[in-house]
Every structure is written in structure tokens, then in C-alpha cells.
């Protein structure tokens, strides 16, 4: 089944009692049991609930993986996979990455023993001097957040390939219609599900996708023991995104590319980030291991001024001045105060996330009235 069809099919079968098309809101805590401890697969509604075993079964399919678990975000499936590490273990990360990422690994875990190394992943040979004895897992976003940087992720997964280390990749960006992570060797995939897997800024969710058995059950395992999963109502919402996940990443990549080619050649800009272009650094290995560019762009502007910045972002139209990403309508943020405003300046600033940066996530309007937005706020 190619990409389109499992979007749309995978997982999911008519309702065996109506035959309803969509699959049902099974709004229930319980199920009623024939004798006890004689049931149909369903016990109460933190275990298993099926809407979202359908939701499970089709993330797994899109991700070309055999497990797929949904969490009540994107940060609670990361505090599962960390909950199977033990005190002592070291997790080696990308340094330019999500602002939360970076808080639960820093704030959260390391107090319970966890280790954390914050490297730069762009150039994969320079990844062996940072491994030790104690590295149990690798934790790759790409392309990172705000940064647009692209780690290749088949050359990390040959590196480790012979250790007992694991590799993560938060696929939140890409989306399974754009990358496939396990396909290139990872172990395991992150999604915020929040963003461009549901698609439509209703839901907050997160989802991992795995083949390996025995993490698979931990997870699971933490699943249920920790309870931290999405109510029926929202696995129907991701569901029905999904169904129309291909055609939007299609009109997000092709609106991403006009702006990113717009903003380059304006005057105000200084520079913008983007894997597309071909002098991006890491354009090769986005043009080897994604199927198109993405619809996230960042950009600073020239001087770097943080209050021109800031303005800049009250003038638009279109680009509605919030926080998250991956929905249907255009957004624009500013990392700087908003999401990475935990991290501080200095390793903000080493990274390259400097004053004025400004990132978007171009969204599915018509673009000649976004570049028209864009227009008019610049000037
Ligand atoms: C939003 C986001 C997360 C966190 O997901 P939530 O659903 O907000 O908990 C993690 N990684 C990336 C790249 C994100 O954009």
C-alpha cells in the first residue's frame, strides 16, 4: 500500500457493529464483561480504547513500523521513551532543538540521574568522540527547530549500528509523508502529533512508532502504568487529519518554497534558512532522505534588531503571531521569546538563534496572498 492509501485506510475497518464508514467515538471508560476476566480485548479506557488502537495502527503503517502507541502529547510520549532509561544511562542530543525537549531532558530527568550531551549532529564522523560506555541513546530532530540544520540520519544509525545504542528521531517536522526514520535505521519515531499529523491546531497529542518488541512493551507498559493517553474524542480528530495529510504537506512544501525564495531576495532580510536551497548546507542530505522540503522556514533580519522583529510580527495579516506549527493556517513566531525563551541566551545564541530570528510555518492559503502579507509587513 503506498502513502495516500494507508492515510486514508490503514488501521482502520467499518465499525463491525453499524458499519459506520468513520471509525466510532468509543466514549467509555469501561466495558461491560460476559464473567470476570472474560472479555472482548477491552478492560477500561487508560489500557486500551478502539479509537485509538485505529489511530495506533495507522500512525504505525505511515511510519512503515509494527508499533505505533498514542500519548496525550508529544511531550508525554518523550517522558515514556525516557522512563525506560536507568540512572546513570547518557542520551546524546542534538543542540538545536525543541525548547520543551530541551526543558523535560534538563529539568526533569537529569534530576533523576539521566545524563544529557548537547552536540552538533550536522557532520555525523564528528559523533564518535561524544559516545561513552554510557550512551544508550541518540535523540535526532531533523530538520531542527528553529534552525532548519539537517542530520543524516542513515549515517548516525551506521554509526551506532554495532552498540547497544538506540536512536530516536523526533519526525515532527518532516511528517511520515516527507521522511521515513525507520526506514533509514532508526529505532524508534517521535511525533507531536499536535502539528502537521493532525493538521489542523485542535489537538494536542503525541505518538511513537517502533519495530523492535521488547521497547515496544516497555512503552506500553509506561502507557498504561504512567497514563498519559489522548481521550477518544482527539484520536477520531488526528484521525481524520491524517486522511488528508499527503495533499497538505504537498501545498506546504510548495507555499514554503515561495516564501523562502520571496524572503531571500528581499532587501530587509538578511538570512533565511530553509533546506531547500541549494546552498544550504546540509541541501544533499535533505534532498537523499526527504521526499521535499518541509514547510517550516526560518529567517533573521539585517541588524538583528529585536524590537524590529518583534514589530515585524504585529504587521502581518496572515501570519498569526503564535506558537505551534503544522496547521492549515500560517504562523510566525519569535524562538527567541517564545519557544526556546528557556534556553539560555548564550547557547541560543551560539547555535545561531540570534535577536531577530524569526521562524514560520507556512500554512496551505493561496500563496499569492501570502507573499502579499509578507510584502506589506516588510515595508
Ligand atoms: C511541539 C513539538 C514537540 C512537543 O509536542 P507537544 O505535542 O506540544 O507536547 C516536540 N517536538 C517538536 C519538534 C515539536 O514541534
Redesign the pocket.
Known amino acids: 500500500m503506498k502513502f495516500a492509501t494507508k492515510a486514508i485506510h490503514a488501521g482502520i475497518t467499518p465499525d463491525p457493529a453499524t458499519g459506520a464508514i468513520m471509525t466510532p467515538i468509543y466514549q467509555t471508560t469501561t466495558y461491560v464483561q460476559q464473567a470476570p476476566g472474560e472479555h472482548k480485548g477491552y478492560e477500561y479506557s487508560r489500557s486500551q480504547n478502539p479509537t485509538r488502537d485505529a489511530l495506533q495502527n495507522n500512525l504505525a503503517a505511515l511510519e512503515n513500523g509494527k508499533f505505533g502507541l498514542a500519548f496525550a ?4 510520549a ?1 517522558d515514556a521513551i525516557l522512563k525506560t532509561l536507568k540512572p546513570g544511562d547518557e542520551v546524546l542530543s542534538t543542540n538545536d ?2 525548547g ?2 530541551y526543558r523535560i531532558f534538563t529539568k526533569l530527568f537529569e534530576q533523576y540521574g539521566l545524563k544529557f550531551k548537547f552536540v552538533t549532529m550536522t557532520d555525523a564522523d564528528t559523533l564518535e568522540q561524544h559516545l561513552s560506555d554510557q550512551t544508550r541513546l541518540i535523540w535526532i ?1 531533523t530538520p531542527t ?1 528553529p534552525m532548519m540544520h539537517i542530520i543524516d540520519i542513515k549515517a548516525v544509525t551506521d554509526l551506532v549500528k554495532q552498540r547497544d545504542i538506540k536512536v530516536a528521531v ?1 519526525n ?2 518532516a511528517t511520515p509523508y516527507l521522511q521515513l526514520p525507520l526506514d533509514l535505521g532508526a529505532d524508534l519515531v ?1 511525533h ?4 502537521y499529523i493532525g493538521g489542523h491546531s485542535d489537538v ?3 505518538a511513537l512508532v517502533l519495530n523492535d518488541q521488547e521497547w515496544a512493551e516497555d512503552l506500553q507498559f509506561i502507557q498504561n502504568a504512567s497514563g498519559a493517553v489522548p481521550g477518544p474524542q482527539d484520536c477520531f480528530l488526528a484521525l481524520r487529519g491524517i486522511k488528508t495529510l499527503h495533499l497538505r504537506m504537498q501545498r506546504h512544501c510548495e507555499n514554503a518554497a515561495s516564501v523562502a525564495h520571496f524572503l531571500k531576495q528581499h532587501p530587509k532580510v538578511d538570512k533565511v534558512f530553509w533546506p531547500g536551497f541549494e546552498d544550504h548546507p546540509n541541501h544533499q542530505v535533505a534532498k537523499n532522505q526527504m521526499q521535499d522540503f518541509g514547510g517550516m522556514i526560518s529567517f533573521t533580519l539585517k541588524g538583528d534588531d529585536i524590537e524590529e522583529a518583534k514589530s515585524l510580527m504585529t504587521r502581518f495579516q496572515y501570519f498569526q503571531l503564535a506558537e ?3 496547521g492549515v493556517e500560517s504562523l510566525c513566531g519569535h524562538p527567541a521569546s517564545m519557544t526556546h525563551a528557556s534556553i539560555p541566551r548564550e547557547e541560543r545564541i551560539k547555535s545561531g538563534l540570534v535577536d531577530s530570528l524569526i521562524r514560520m510555518s507556512v500554512g496551505i492559503e493561496d500563496i499569492e496572498d501570502l507573499l502579499e502579507d509578507l510584502k506589506q509587513a516588510l515595508e
Open positions: 502529547s508529544g511531550l508525554a518523550t532543538l525543541y520543551g525537549t530532530e527547530n523526533d515532527t517536522f517521535m507531536s502529533v499536535t502539528k494536542i497529542m503525541g505551534s506549527l503544522g
